[in-house]
């Protein structure tokens, strides 16, 4: 069973950023990052309890190429 996953506006907006920032340092990074992070999204969705719990009932997950947590 797939669960939806969403996001706040702000957190909207800080990938929003981040993925200007990755495609300012060098073209087509920027994408490479949505890339990831869509299918880091597709992992949470999948199975949210395959990440560690950081506080109480937040869970993150890491994305592999980039220092950016989810």
Known sequence: MTL????????????????DWYEDRLPGLGQNFAAELDGLIDRIADNPLQFPIVRRRVRRAILPRFPYGV
């Open 4 to 19: 939806p996953v969403t996001f706040t506006q702000a957190a909207r907006a800080d990938t929003l950023d981040a993925i």
